[in-house]
């Protein structure tokens, strides 16, 4: 045994690397560049090969439906109003507890209203678990997939109060196709239960 | 809100088996305890301790905690040991008034004992008579107070459980600093000023040594020839070799290391506390922070040790998805710790970039199921959170029959037979079976040493027992041998991997309905996993309500440090880099 011998087996795979790389980039050349956006899951996928890296900010890895960043509140376009009740339960599930609720009342009888008052979510302590969309029994708090939030400032910036976390339901359905799938299906199935009802009365 | 009184079951009836055992030899001071285990009186701990290792064969040491009873005013110790054959722990007691505070210390049974007595002195408070070294481990020299007694209050403090009543239904936000008068997460003790203060940690951390470097120089052959003098480096908190902000005092003779201190806790949170101020599903998410590159073995963990409480059983498909989970993440994890021990060394990046090639691809797949790369927060008590679509499937089944494969093997080939690295790793850093045994470690480091010990055999969980897969063991104890075990379980993981891939069923994947406040049944449990760093272990203590009453962590990465001195002991400095990324630690778990 030759002693060295480890050493160039190895270094024939470092090589075999960076060959790779040009011919990958030569193979992406006849197809407009390797930094086309459709070119992207063949790069990040399970046939990858040659360089790995994407060019972010130019480009960005598409999100999965499931990914989850600090949480906003549904805004219901058609009906509009705010779909959050204030009940409470992502204030209590949340483990940092980072969302603070202020239970909106009805100014002329006193009594709890279900509308939240202020609602605020310290994005500098949320860890993006995501229990509270999960444990949300009205689907009116989702996770967002925006995770540019980078700011200038500490404190004021990243207290998200009630405006800043409204998003249009357009926006979930257009970052949660499944979810809002499932929501319009179980809004439907409650509606039919109503007209059976309705007819059962009848 | 108050603590619900604590309710106490009457103590265990009879014992059996080795309990019996224990109870004939030692007469009354041995008394049976609630729950599980028994209670040894301190005056024969010691000698108890020696007899369940010696006589009884146990002869690990899993896990050392304390557990402070305060409405019954005691302090309690709890061990459990194992058999190297496997089966269940003995799990031993022991008890001290909360005014007196004081154990024997089990130094001299088991050297593993050591790091894990100086935790329970630092956070409970507890004097460990016969400690060799016993001083503050994860706080600093001087802290005010032990933080995991119940009494203690954290500067930020506002209730003893969550969820906080500020919150909900009039929660207008508060900054947690501004609960403080000085703005900072600080409290100061009443007596205590800050001009007469004075930081002593170091010269407590160097008499603490020089105790021991004492002892030694009557075994040490000096050389005659040169004359050497001691020399103290400090390597760390910030050093690119340690893997993150870890202290290692090195005391050299020449270039020789006589005696190696690690210093940690710069990452320490407390996580306990928080833990016990949390409600138990809270905990899920933070458990992803301690090993963060395994996060999702962590979920496991904690989720295997609520369940043995809460008596619940998840469904089929959760269980398969689990293992899917747990086993791609000890890919993820091996491959970054081969890569990492690359980097340490000299060879600068290009082996790890291209295992953290094959570890994104896992990511994304993870992504895809949970919804976060690394804080996964997959599991739930009684099942999982999500459930993966069949392309997700297709997908991993991709990556576990051709890509993984192909790149264990071209890492194997890249750098196994490497003589360079062959040089560096071989006889380096030995340790040998029966102190590894001995100090308590885990995982990879146990196994590379000779001993066949892998919980998933041992004492198998969720659904472990129906896999074939092998156990690997390594023989030298070295560097390389831990470098060599790291590739074989990889293939022994996608063995597994192939078979869950293929049987998993459709189903349920959640055992009724998810709950965000639970109640547990009062009692303790201790739930172990095989994570890839070795042996993950929960103790939970409940006391009926919705917050665990003691959350403890077993951390492989901390109590395998334990060795680390013996390791390291009589190499050249150069090689303690070698060695640190051969254990392969995080910190996020090491310092908790």
Redesign the interface.
């Known amino acids: 045994m030759i ?5 160039l ?2 270094l024939g ?2 090589l075999k ?1 960076f060959i790779e790389s040009y011919i990958e980039d030569v193979r992406y050349l006849f197809e407009g560049g390797r930094y086309q956006p459709r070119h992207l899951p063949a790069r ?4 990858a090969r040659g360089i ?1 890296t994407v060019q972010y900010p130019k480009e960005k890895l598409p999100l ?1 439906e ?3 960043y600090i949480p906003f509140l549904v805004y219901d376009t058609q009906e509009n109003k705010i779909k959050c009740t ?1 009940c ?2 992502c ?5 940092p ?1 980072c ?5 909106g009342t009805d100014p002329s009888t006193g009594r ?1 209203r279900p509308e939240p008052e ?1 609602f ?1 979510i ?1 994005a500098t ?1 949320c ?5 509270c969309a ?2 949300c029994p009205f689907d009116a708090i989702k ?1 967002d997939h925006d995770y540019e939030l980078s700011s200038y400032e500490r ?1 004021e910036s990243l ?1 998200f109060d009630l405006p800043r976390l409204l998003k249009p339901d357009t926006y979930h359905a257009q970052i949660h196709p499944s979810d809002w799938a499932r929501e319009l299906a179980e809004k439907e199935a409650e509606k039919a239960k109503k007209r059976e009802k309705a007819a059962a009365r009848a | 809100m108050t603590a619900p009184a604590k309710a106490k079951a009457a103590p265990l009836a009879e014992l059996k088996g080795d309990l019996a055992v224990l109870k004939e030899k030692f007469g009354d001071a041995v008394q049976p305890a609630e729950y599980e285990g028994v209670v040894i009186a301190n005056g024969v701990l010691v000698e108890a301790a020696r007899f369940i290792r010696d006589e009884l064969g146990y002869q690990y040491l899993s896990s050392l905690t304390a557990v402070d009873y305060i409405q019954e005013g005691y302090f309690e110790v709890v061990y459990h040991a194992y058999r190297l054959e496997g089966g269940g722990p003995l799990v031993f007691k022991a008890r001290t008034p909360r005014g007196v505070a004081t154990i024997p210390s089990l130094v001299s049974v088991w050297p593993g004992a050591d790091f894990q007595e100086r935790e329970a002195w630092d956070l409970m408070g507890i004097r460990f008579a016969g400690h060799p070294n016993l001083k503050r481990i994860l706080l600093w020299e001087g802290f005010h107070g032990h933080p995991l007694r119940k009494d203690w209050k954290e500067p930020y403090y506002e209730e003893e459980h ?3 009543s ?8 508060i ?2 600093e501004d609960r403080v008068f000085w703005h900072d997460n600080v409290q100061y003790p009443l007596d205590w000023d800050p001009d007469q203060a004075e930081d002593t940690s170091d010269e407590w951390l160097y008499i603490g040594m020089g105790q021991f470097a004492r002892a030694e120089t009557g075994e040490r052959v000096e050389p005659k020839s040169l004359r050497t003098e001691r020399l103290v480096v400090n390597m760390g908190p910030q050093h690119p070799s340690t893997h993150g902000v870890f202290r290692m005092v090195v005391t050299l003779d020449g270039e020789t290391i006589v005696r190696l201190e690690p210093v940690m806790g710069y990452l320490h949170r407390n996580h306990e506390k928080i833990g016990e101020r ?2 138990y ?6 458990t992803d922070r301690l090993d963060y590159i395994c996060s999702m073995s962590n979920n496991l963990g904690y989720a295997i040790a609520v369940e043995k409480l809460l008596g619940i059983k998840p469904p089929e498909r959760a269980e398969y998805l689990r293992v899917i989970m747990a086993e791609f993440t000890r890919i993820v994890n091996h491959l970054w710790a081969i890569g990492f021990l690359l980097n340490d060394l000299g060879a600068f990046f ?1 082996p790890a970039l ?1 295992a953290i ?1 094959e570890r ?2 896992i990511l ?1 797949l993870f ?6 790369r690394m ?1 996964c ?1 997959y599991m739930r008590f009684g099942g999982v ?2 459930d993966v679509s069949d392309d997700w499937i297709a ?1 991993a089944k ?2 576990v029959y ?2 993984l494969p192909r790149a264990i093997e ?1 890492l194997d ?8 690295i ?1 040089s560096r790793c071989q006889g380096v850093g030995v340790l040998p079976p029966d102190l590894a045994v001995a100090y308590s470690t885990a995982g990879p480091v146990l196994r590379a040493s000779g001993i066949p010990y892998d919980v998933r055999r041992a004492e198998p969980y969720s659904i472990y027992d129906r896999f074939d897969f092998d156990v690997a063991v390594r023989y030298n104890g070295d560097v390389y041998d831990r470098y060599l075990i790291r590739i074989d379980e990889m293939w022994q993981s996608l063995r597994i991997l192939r078979q869950a891939l293929e049987q998993i069923p459709r189903g349920e994947i959640q055992a009724g309905k ?1 709950q ?2 639970m109640r547990v049944p009062a009692g303790q449990a201790y739930g172990r996993v095989e994570n890839p760093k070795g042996e993950l272990g929960f103790y939970l203590v409940s006391d009926g309500s919705p917050n665990p009453y003691r959350y403890h962590i077993r951390a492989p990465s901390f109590i395998n440090l334990t060795a680390l001195n013996e390791m390291c002991k009589g190499h050249k400095v150069a090689d303690v880099v070698v060695i640190l990324g051969s254990i392969d630690i995080v910190l996020g778990e090491v310092d908790r």
């Open positions: 002693y060295g011998i480890g050493i087996k190895g795979v470092t690397h990040q996928g399970p046939r790995f999965p499931n990914f989850r204030s409470g339960i204030a209590k599930v949340c483990p507890q969302i603070w609720i202020v239970r709890p202020a605020y310290d302590i860890m993006s678990c995501g229990f999960e444990f996770m404190y207290l | 969550k969820p906080f500020s919150r909900w239904p009039s929660g207008h936000h900054r947690a949390n409600m599903l809270q905990n899920m998410p933070y290009t291209y090639e994104e691809l994304d992504e895809e199921a949970a919804g976060s804080m927060n959170a999500y997908r991709e990556l051709n890509r071209e080939r890249y750098l196994t037979h490497n003589e360079l062959q998810k965000y406040m």
